[in-house]
C-alpha cells in the first residue's frame, strides 16, 4: 500500500491485480509487472497462495466466532473478497475495507457490497498512519474496538519499509482481548536473489518494498497467541485438499503467514 497514485507511475495494488490476471492495471502497471516477473516468474502463484490463505484464515476468524473484520491494504476487488468469504459463513458479520488509494476505493464502493444482516464499508487511510484508520468516522460507526474484531494485513507489510513492528503494535493495542491479527508478507529466506532483484526493481519504480526473515515475522505477533501451526509460507497454513503443500512451492511464494489472537 505505498503512497504513489499517479497514473503515470506503477501502483503496487494494479501491479497486484496484474498478477492475478485482472484488467483493472495501466501500461505503467503491466510494464513494471513484467519486469518482476522476468526474475521472479512466481509471483504470479505467489499472488493467488495469498488470496487463498486470505480466505481460509478469514473462515478460521468467523469459525472462532469473530463477526468484525478490519481489512487493510485491500487492493483491487477480486473475487471472493473478504467480506463475501466472512457473510457468507455468517451474514451479520460487519466489514471494513482500507486503502490509501483512491482508485481502489472507487472500484470498492462500485463492485463491493454486504449482506443485509451485515455492513461494509470502506475507508481511505494509511497503515503507516494507525490513527487514520482506527479513528476514521465510518470505522467506529461499524465495529466496536471494545469488542472482538479479526485483522487483516495481507500483501501488505512488504510495502512497509521500516517501523513496521511499532504501527503493527499501534493497531493490536487499540483491538479488545479475544481479537486477530492475520499477516502475509514476502521474505527472501527461500529465494534470495530473485526477491532481493523484485525489492530493488520496486524500489526504483518509487514503491516502498521490505522483505523479511522468519523471525522477523514471528517478532510482529510479538505478545500474541499464534495459532497452530505458526508463521509457515502460506500454503502451509491450515491448507485444504486442494492446496499445494510441497516444498519447492516455498520459493515460488516466498512469503510467511500466520494468525495470532490477543489475549
Known amino acids: ?8 507511475q506503477p501502483h503496487s495494488a494494479r501491479m497486484y491485480d496484474y498478477f492475478l490476471g485482472g484488467k483493472d492495471n495501466y501500461e505503467v502497471d503491466r510494464r513494471a509487472a513484467e519486469e518482476i516477473l522476468r526474475v521472479w516468474p512466481g509471483i504470479r502463484t505467489a499472488a493467488q497462495a495469498n488470496r487463498q490463505f ?25 473475487e471472493p473478497n473478504l467480506h463475501q468469504i466472512a457473510q457468507q459463513a455468517a451474514p451479520e458479520s460487519r466489514v471494513v475495507y482500507a486503502d490509501n488509494d483512491p482508485l481502489v476505493m472507487a472500484h470498492a464502493r462500485a463492485f463491493m457490497t ?6 461494509t464499508t470502506y475507508i481511505q487511510g494509511d497503515v ?16 466496536d474496538l471494545s469488542e472482538p474484531v479479526g485483522v487483516s494485513m495481507i500483501a501488505l507489510l512488504h510495502f512497509v519499509e521500516s517501523g513496521a513492528g511499532r504501527l503493527v503494535s499501534e493497531f493490536v493495542d487499540a483491538l479488545a482481548s479475544g481479537s486477530y491479527l492475520v499477516i502475509c508478507t514476502a521474505t527472501a529466506d527461500f529465494a534470495p536473489e530473485q526477491v532481493a532483484t523484485a525489492r530493488a526493481i520496486y524500489r526504483s519504480r518509487g514503491i516502498s518494498a521490505q522483505d523479511r526473515t522468519r523471525a522477523e515475522v514471528v517478532e510482529l505477533f510479538s505478545g500474541l497467541e499464534l495459532v497452530e501451526p505458526g508463521v509457515v509460507p502460506p500454503h502451509q497454513w491450515r491448507p485444504n485438499a486442494l492446496t499445494d503443500v510441497s516444498a519447492s512451492y516455498d520459493a515460488e511464494v516466498s512469503c510467511y503467514a500466520g494468525v495470532a489472537r490477543k489475549p
Open 54 to 78: 486470505m480466505h481460509r484464515s478469514t473462515r478460521f476468524l468467523v469459525d472462532a466466532g469473530i463477526r468484525q473484520l478490519l481489512d487493510i491494504g485491500t487492493g483491487i476487488p477480486t
Open 114 to 119: 454486504g449482506t443485509a444482516q451485515g455492513r
Open 1 to 8: 500500500m505505498d503512497r504513489n497514485t499517479a497514473l503515470d
Open 128 to 143: 503507516t498512519k494507525p490513527n487514520s484508520i482506527l479513528r476514521a468516522p465510518r470505522l467506529t460507526e461499524i465495529l
